[in-house]
């Protein structure tokens, strides 16, 4: 099926839901973006620090580049201007591509010249070699010290599942036009038991799974779930299909507890 596609602040559209590709590698990895394009996904969520660039690349071998959409990530370590462009270069040759169609800064650094690195994707996507650009796991402190100096954001990515809805960040975004990509939209599949989800479930004939991704794309976020079998892939990206009443959001609302599932000990959340 064709994936709907959102229209970002810069004009490029990119597809609603994506795969994540987190943990998934070698021939287990290009199996799966075989799959994933064979079932209809066009957008691929990956990083440098997955080490599964060129397992991705095997897998889209053949597949139409202009309609894939393809996001990579630099990896904290790399977050000095003069470091973008070899990092994006190498992404590039290893993902076998000419462009990333978005590129983002995974886990900012207060001290970690962000608004410079910022700047120099802005260059990158002048020159060609992206479509666009932001961050990911950002706080509003990231985001305003880029925002402050003119520079723009197109996309934010971080975790977002009913069980973890930060409010000020999704209102922050939504006010200065930043696309929302809710990673972990499953919530690793550790919140796929919740009763209000199982319920749910149950009553429209669909999996939790579904049930979680329908109302990511209700509320406007675009979801990447990992997903290793063909079932998954299939059933994830039928959720496109399915619409929940008023009602049935705001019991998923209700859900929120504010438990983040991933806090690694570099994260600047308290920024
Ligand atoms: N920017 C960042 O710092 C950051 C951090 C974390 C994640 N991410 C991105 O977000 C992506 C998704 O997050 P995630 O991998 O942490 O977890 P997730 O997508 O929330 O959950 C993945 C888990 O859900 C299971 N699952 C998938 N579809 C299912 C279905 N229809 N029914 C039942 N279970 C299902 C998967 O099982 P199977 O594998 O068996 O199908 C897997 O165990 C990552 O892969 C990565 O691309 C980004």
């Known amino acids: 099926m064709d994936i709907p596609y959102k229209k970002l602040s810069s004009g490029v559209k990119m597809p609603v839901l994506g795969l994540g590709t987190w943990k998934l590698k070698q021939d287990a990895c ?22 599964n660039h060129l ?33 994006l270069d190498r992404a590039l040759k290893e993902l076998q591509v000419d462009y990333l169609d978005a590129y983002l800064v995974h886990w900012p650094k207060k001290k970690g010249h962000l608004p410079d690195v910022i700047y120099k994707m802005d260059q990158m996507m002048e020159k060609g070699k992206i479509r666009t650009y932001g961050m990911c796991n950002g706080t509003i402190h990231h985001m305003q010290d880029v925002l402050n100096q003119g520079l723009k954001l197109y996309i934010h990515q971080f975790e977002l599942h009913p069980l973890f809805v930060d409010e000020n960040i999704i209102q922050f975004c939504q006010m200065q036009e930043i696309a929302i990509t809710a990673y972990s939209p499953l919530g690793k599949g550790e919140i ?16 939790p799974a579904q049930i979680v991704l329908a109302w990511c794309l209700h509320k406007d976020f675009i979801a990447i779930p990992k997903a290793s079998s063909p079932l998954h892939l299939e059933q994830n990206i039928a959720s496109c299909l399915i619409r929940l009443s008023v009602k049935e959001v705001s019991l998923i609302d209700a859900i929120n507890e504010n438990k983040r599932l991933i806090h690694p000990d570099f994260a600047e959340f308290d920024y």
Do not use: C, M, N
Not at 32 to 42: E, K, P, S, T
Not at 55 to 84: C, M, N
């Open 55 to 87: 397992d991705i690349a095997k897998g889209l071998k053949g597949a139409s580049r202009e309609e894939l959409f393809l996001v990579s990530k630099l990896w904290h370590e790399e977050h000095h201007p003069d470091q973008v462009e070899p990092a």
């Open 192 to 207: 796929l038991q919740h009763p209000t989800l199982v319920d749910l479930a149950k009553k429209k004939d669909r999996s």
């Open 30 to 51: 290009t199996k799966v973006i075989q799959d994933a394009w064979h079932a209809g996904y066009r957008h691929i969520d990956t990083a440098d620090v997955y080490q």
